[in-house]
T-cell receptor, first 113, second 113 residues
Framework: DAGVIQSPRHEVTEMGQEVTLRCKPI?????LFWYRQTMMRGLELLIY????????DSGMPEDRFSAKMPNASFSTLKIQPSEPRDSAVYFC???????????FGNGTRLTVT | KQEVTQIPAALSVPEGENLVLNCSFT??????LQWFRQDPGKGLTSLLL?????REQTSGRLNASLDKSSGRSTLYIAASQPGDSATYLC????????????FGAGTILRVKS
């Protein structure tokens, strides 16, 4: 089992540019989550998919953020336009149903200058 | 709104000591309580999941307990080792969204050899 795979591992971009983060969940998992981690705010849930359908996007900070899950094996988180305050580590996680542990990827460290 | 608090924020102990990490949550209507470990620059690794109907779970030297009525969980680590050094996070799963987790800020553990 390869685990949850995220790409890229690091992303450095200038303010105003579009950023796309990618995630491949564990095969067979039906729930996918995007989290953001910062020193100030800790881990925050951005959006939650169940069976490829967005269930709760109340954590998405602004309209600049969008997420898609076109199929069970791929999801993207897009920020357009990016701002310095978006700098954080973005994690993708997946799980098999409601009462199963979450499995996290190694994250994408985003720096917006 | 569910809030999760972890005490202490940091802990330093000599190798071999038994230790307890504390987690409290404000809304007792949880689906499960999960404990994770995070190593620097890495994603989170699931340690234990306690369902709302359970009182405790054990894995090796780790034991986690859950008291829903008081809104508390503890993670007990027996015979600590330097390899246990990491940040430990607890997360409460909100009832209506199953595996939607609210995370605490974590306890940074250092085990000295």
């Amino acid at each position: 089992d390869a685990g949850v795979i995220q790409s890229p591992r690091h992303e450095v971009t200038e303010m105003g540019q579009e950023v796309t983060l990618r995630c491949k969940p564990i095969s067979g998992h039906n729930s996918l989550f995007w989290y953001r981690q910062t020193m100030m705010r800790g881990l925050e849930l951005l959006i939650y998919f169940n069976n490829n359908v967005p269930i709760d996007d109340s954590g998405m900070p602004e309209d600049r953020f969008s997420a898609k899950m076109p199929n069970a094996s791929f999801s993207t988180l897009k920020i357009q336009p990016s701002e310095p305050r978006d700098s954080a580590v973005y994690f993708c996680a997946s799980s098999l149903g409601h009462n199963s542990p979450l499995h996290f990827g190694n994250g994408t460290r985003l720096t917006v200058t | 709104k569910q809030e999760v608090t972890q005490i202490p924020a940091a802990l330093s102990v000599p190798e071999g000591e038994n230790l307890v990490l504390n987690c409290s949550f404000t809304d007792s209507a949880i689906y499960n309580l999960q404990w994770f470990r995070q190593d620097p620059g890495k994603g989170l690794t699931s340690l234990l999941l306690i369902q709302s109907s359970q009182r405790e779970q054990t894995s090796g030297r780790l034991n986690a307990s859950l008291d829903k009525s008081s809104g508390r969980s503890t993670l007990y680590i027996a015979a600590s080792q330097p390899g246990d050094s990491a940040t430990y996070l607890c997360a409460a799963s909100l009832w209506e969204y199953g595996n939607k987790l609210v995370f605490g800020a974590g306890t940074i553990l250092r085990v000295k050899s």
